[in-house]
């Protein structure tokens, strides 16, 4: 086991019981709570949130994932669990977020917090984990989170002008063969005037995007639109993003858009590679598999997606975990062929993008879970004043630097809306 990981944590005791509908569950967060240890993962008012650290695990490397499966499965084993409520997140659940490579300077964690509180078709609970059987607190709505002040910009790695540059030469790469596509990445830094609260980020997000997955995970905040992978018993399901229009705010124009997006040949071929890669990385793990010949339009307030999803039936024992270390990277935030595009990322992008764009998520003691991969999100940094904000493009033959720029601007509108509104 790594050295990092929580070794002195004792068997832990895990109490579950069903509580009345706590209401906006970003709203119960106690605002003492560090924002290392705030965690999220709520849709369309469901899901759940936590706080504190019960056991956790940081890893690295190629082995990160292979690491944090080991791990968790000792946990599960040595646990004593009590549980008035039987849905998938009730009980021992931990919150997980992964380095997108595996030489990246950022380590992986896997989060089993000390409280959780959910909500899942009408059945709301809390949570408590520990090493000795506690009383769970009563859900109470805590004082306002504190809105950002006095925001500062900066540029990242490269500025607009330096990134499409860099777009430009990914470009020619592609039309010289090398590489079919490459998912291109930027990042921008913000300073408030005050340490950052998490709750503030998470209410506006879950608020606004209600339809993705608000997740927060020792400091990684977003909304991602993308289900990399969910496990719930032996039904296997992914949702592939691929193809990106901006829209307009004029229904009947979007409309057109929308229509224009879905006959793209440019966007539906950066679509198939997505679609090609999950499709082959699940086959190895399910018995049958539906895999839909077009995509549909999914409609996002800013923006707009060609979106497959796929689904399949397990075929042997592989945690939630273990699925999305199988799936990552996918063509969406990679490329294809996957060894040649990481290459290209690692010489143009210019930078460490630490845990952006890998697996984040939630697994509980079977196996199952959820797993969105971390985009449309923000990494608060050491000076707790400071987020870094990240946004990627899908580069193929007919990628226009300049409309890549704009795209990317599209997608990093969620973060700053959430901490400059």
């Not at 190895?284 to 999914?298: D, I, K, T, Y």
């Not at 010489?347 to 797993?371: F, K, N």
Request: aromatic residues 6%; contains cysteine.
């Amino acid at each position: 086991m790594p050295a990092s990981a929580d070794q002195s944590a004792p068997a832990l005791v895990v109490r579950t019981r069903r509580i009345p509908d706590p209401g906006d569950l970003v709203a119960i967060i106690p605002p003492e709570v560090d924002s290392a240890d705030v965690l999220s993962w709520l849709r369309d008012g469901e899901g759940f949130v936590g706080w504190g650290r019960a056991a956790y695990l940081e890893t690295s490397a190629t082995s990160r994932f292979a690491d944090a499966d080991a791990w968790w499965s000792d946990l599960v084993g040595r646990a004593v669990v009590r549980s008035e409520v039987d849905v998938p997140g009730a009980g021992l659940v931990a919150f997980g977020s992964f380095a997108f490579a595996a030489d990246s300077a950022y380590p992986s964690t896997l989060i089993v917090p000390r409280v959780v509180i959910g909500r899942r078709g009408g059945l709301a609970w809390v949570t408590t984990i520990s090493g000795s059987l506690e009383q769970a607190p009563r859900p109470t709505v805590q004082p306002p989170a504190v809105r950002p002040t006095n925001l500062t910009t900066r540029p990242g790695s490269l500025d607009e002008d330096g990134w499409a540059q860099a777009i430009g030469v990914a470009v020619q790469r592609i039309s010289d063969g090398e590489l079919d596509k490459v998912v291109m990445a930027r990042d921008v830094f913000l300073t408030a005037g005050e340490p950052l609260d998490a709750r503030w980020l998470l209410e506006r997000l879950s608020t606004a995007y209600r339809k993705t997955w608000t997740f927060s995970v020792d400091r990684l905040i977003g909304a991602t639109p993308e289900m990399l992978v969910r496990r719930e018993k032996a039904l296997v399901t992914s949702r592939i993003l691929a193809g990106t229009i901006q829209r307009t705010g004029d229904d009947e124009h979007d409309l057109a858009l929308a229509a224009s997006l879905a006959r793209s040949s440019k966007d539906l071929e950066e679509h198939e590679y997505a679609v090609r890669s999950v499709a082959e990385a699940l086959d190895a793990h399910c018995s049958s598999m539906n895999v839909p010949e077009a995509p549909f339009v999914l409609h996002l307030p800013n923006v707009m997606h060609l979106a497959t999803d796929v689904a399949g039936v397990l075929s042997d024992s592989s945690s939630s975990l273990a699925l999305a270390a199988a799936l990552h990277p996918s063509a969406a935030v990679c490329g294809t062929p996957t060894w040649k595009a990481r290459e290209v990322i690692a010489d143009l992008e210019q930078m460490d993008r630490g845990r952006y764009a890998g697996p984040v998520g939630w697994i509980d003691a079977s196996g199952d879970g959820e797993w969105g991969i971390a985009l449309r999100c923000g990494q608060i940094q050491e000076d707790p004043a400071t987020i870094r904000l990240f946004a990627g493009c899908g580069i193929v033959a007919g990628s226009d630097p300049q409309d890549e720029v704009a795209e990317s601007n599209a997608k990093l509108r969620p973060m700053l809306s959430a901490l400059r509104d």
